[in-house]
C-alpha cells in the first residue's frame, strides 16, 4: 500500500465524504492533506466495481482513502472487508464484529481498520453488537475497556464512536475518550459533528490525552443541491484544528 506520511505525522486527521472524483480532489487540498476521504461501498453494486472507482479515488489522493459502509450499514461489512483487500486503502471503517475479518484479508498491520462501538446512556459502558445479526438482537452492553481490548485481539486500531448525535452524548464521549488514552488506542467521535461542535468535541479527545483523533464530519458540511463536500467548510475545520493542535 502507498502510505500518506501526513496522515500518521497527524494528531488529528480530518475525515470527509467525497460525492465525486473531483470533490476528492478538492477536499484534500483544502485540507493540506491532512484528511482521508470517505467513498461509501453501500454506493456500488459489487465489488469489482467498487474496487476499479475507488482505485481511481486514490490515485488522486494520495490513497487518503477511507472504504465506508454507508451510515454505519452492518450489511455492508463483507463488502467493505473484500473491497480493502483488493485496494489497500488508508483506513477501512467496520462494525464491531467484522474488524478481524478486515484485519485477516488486508494482510498487513498499517492501515487503519476502526470498529463501531455505539453509546448506551451511560458513561463507561458501550454497545458493541453492531455486526449484522448481533444489531439485531439484544444489546451487547459491554465497559469501554473491555472493548477497546477485544478490538485489539482483533487487530482493530481504533474505535468509530456513533452516533454521538453532536453533544448529545458529551459525558459518555469523556468517558470513551479517557478510556482510549489509557490504552493508546485511536478514536473516531462520528455523527452530529458540524463547523459549530467540531472544536468543542476534539479538546475533549484532546485534553483526555488520545494519541489520535480522526473526527468523521459528513452531512453537516455537505452540499446538498451537488451533493459534495464544500471544500471551504473542510479549510475551517483545518484552521480550527491547527488553533488545538500545533
Known amino acids: ?65 477511507s472504504v465506508g459502509l454507508g451510515a454505519g450499514d452492518p450489511n455492508q461489512s463483507a463488502m467493505v472487508s473484500a473491497i480493502s483487500a483488493e485496494i489497500q486503502p488508508q483506513h477501512v471503517n467496520q462494525v464491531f464484529t467484522g474488524v478481524a475479518t478486515s484485519r485477516a484479508l488486508l494482510g498487513q498491520n498499517q492501515t487503519v481498520v476502526n470498529g ?63 478510556a482510549c488514552a489509557e490504552q493508546d488506542f485511536w478514536l473516531e467521535p462520528t455523527g452530529g459533528i458540524d463547523l459549530e461542535n467540531y472544536e468543542a468535541i476534539l479538546r475533549i479527545a484532546l485534553d483526555a490525552g488520545v494519541s489520535k483523533i480522526i473526527p468523521h464530519i459528513y452531512s453537516s458540511i455537505i452540499d446538498k443541491a451537488s451533493g459534495n463536500t464544500r471544500p471551504a467548510d473542510v479549510s475551517a475545520l483545518l484552521a480550527m484544528t491547527k488553533k488545538w493542535v500545533k
Not at 28 to 34: I, K, L, P, R, V
Open 1 to 65: 500500500m502507498t502510505l500518506n506520511p501526513k496522515f500518521y505525522q497527524d494528531r488529528v486527521c480530518l475525515n470527509v465524504l467525497a460525492g465525486s472524483k473531483e470533490n476528492a480532489r478538492e477536499i484534500w487540498q483544502a485540507a493540506e492533506g491532512h484528511v482521508l476521504v470517505g467513498v461509501l461501498s453501500k454506493n456500488y453494486a459489487s465489488v469489482a466495481s467498487a474496487v476499479a472507482d475507488m482505485r481511481e479515488y486514490a490515485a488522486l489522493i494520495d490513497n487518503a482513502l
Open 116 to 178: 463501531l462501538i455505539s453509546p448506551t446512556g451511560t458513561p463507561g459502558l458501550v454497545k458493541i453488537s453492531t455486526g449484522p445479526l448481533s444489531s439485531g438482537a439484544a444489546d451487547g452492553i459491554v465497559p469501554v475497556a473491555t472493548a477497546i481490548a477485544m478490538l485489539k485481539d482483533m487487530g482493530g486500531s481504533s474505535v468509530k464512536y456513533f452516533p454521538m448525535g453532536g453533544l448529545k452524548a458529551i459525558d459518555e464521549f469523556t468517558a470513551v475518550a479517557k
